[in-house]
């Protein structure tokens, strides 16, 4: 795992949006897995930006949606593919057909999660996946327990995982929902290109747990410490703790 630690936000923010430019640059038809969540976002903005002025051409890549609410539909304000429609594939300008998503509201959430990973297998895997961390060293929502051959599936959330995704709705953590599909461990750990975005002093001990702590299921994010394609991208408020 390779390791950038930017002054601020703003750098982190102007890094990411080169790596994931680069990464376009070298693959036109990039099929990329998108998070959403705060640290993310200003990357997102920069990497717009970028387009806007020609330096960037998204036109021939995928978007995949990382992880879903099971029960929310797409008008839901806790919609996590609104969040990322407004995030990233608006400002990037794709189209429908340039997005892998999981389906709002599956009758079978098995089966979704079994289309889902064999449509990303048909698309050749993942060029890119563009990560955060979990306050409790969750991937997607590869929660604690998570093994590296973990497929794409319906998982439960964590109480780590509802405390922290309750501070993005109004109702707080009974508002959030219980279940969600994710993206596994095993296509985003096999993806050609990790890039795990961390930001924020309150994210200084899980980052160092993921980074130099022991590999293990109880910190799922360790799992990148054995995976020679991925970068972690900090500010120095995570990575010092200030």
């Given at each position: 795992?390779?390791?950038?630690?930017?002054?601020?936000?703003?750098?982190?923010?102007?890094?990411?949006?080169?790596?994931?430019?680069?990464?376009?640059?070298?693959?036109?038809?990039?099929?990329?897995?998108?998070?959403?969540?705060?640290?993310?976002?200003?990357?997102?903005?920069?990497?717009?930006?970028?387009?806007?002025?020609?330096?960037?051409?998204?036109?021939?890549?995928?978007?995949?949606?990382?992880?879903?609410?099971?029960?929310?539909?797409?008008?839901?304000?806790?919609?996590?593919?609104?969040?990322?429609?407004?995030?990233?594939?608006?400002?990037?300008?794709?189209?429908?057909?340039?997005?892998?998503?999981?389906?709002?509201?599956?009758?079978?959430?098995?089966?979704e999660c079994a289309r889902m990973g064999t449509e990303l297998e048909a698309a050749g895997g993942l060029g890119l996946a563009v990560v955060g961390l979990g306050p409790?060293?969750?991937?997607?929502?590869?929660?604690?327990?998570?093994?590296?051959?973990?497929?794409?599936?319906?998982?439960?959330?964590?109480?780590e995982s509802l405390q922290s995704n309750a501070a993005y709705w109004q109702g707080g953590i009974e508002s959030v929902p219980r279940r969600a599909m994710?993206?596994?461990?095993?296509?985003?750990?096999?993806?050609?290109?990790?890039?795990?975005?961390?930001?924020?002093?309150?994210?200084?001990?899980?980052?160092?747990?993921?980074?130099?702590?022991?590999?293990?299921?109880?910190?799922?994010?360790?799992?990148?410490?054995?995976?020679?394609?991925?970068?972690?991208?900090?500010?120095?408020?995570?990575?010092?703790?200030?």
């Open positions: 795992m390779k390791r950038i630690i930017t002054d601020d936000a703003a750098s982190l923010a102007e890094t990411g949006a080169r790596q994931l430019a680069e990464a376009l640059a070298e693959e036109p038809a990039l099929v990329a897995a998108i998070a959403t969540g705060n640290s993310p976002i200003a990357l997102y903005e920069r990497l717009a930006e970028l387009r806007a002025a020609g330096e960037v051409d998204a036109g021939q890549m995928t978007a995949v949606q990382l992880d879903s609410y099971i029960g929310t539909p797409d008008d839901d304000p806790r919609s996590l593919w609104d969040w990322m429609r407004r995030a990233f594939v608006a400002p990037m300008g794709l189209t429908d057909a340039q997005v892998l998503r999981f389906a709002a509201d599956p009758e079978d959430p098995e089966a409790n060293g969750h991937l997607g929502f590869n929660e604690p327990g998570s093994a590296p051959g973990a497929l794409t599936r319906p998982v439960e959330l964590s109480p994710t993206l596994g461990l095993a296509p985003l750990l096999s993806a050609r290109r990790i890039l795990l975005v961390v930001s924020g002093a309150h994210k200084h001990e899980i980052l160092r747990r993921a980074v130099e702590g022991p590999v293990s299921e109880d910190c799922p994010a360790s799992w990148l410490q054995r995976c020679p394609q991925a970068t972690v991208i900090a500010d120095r408020a995570a990575w010092e703790g200030a």
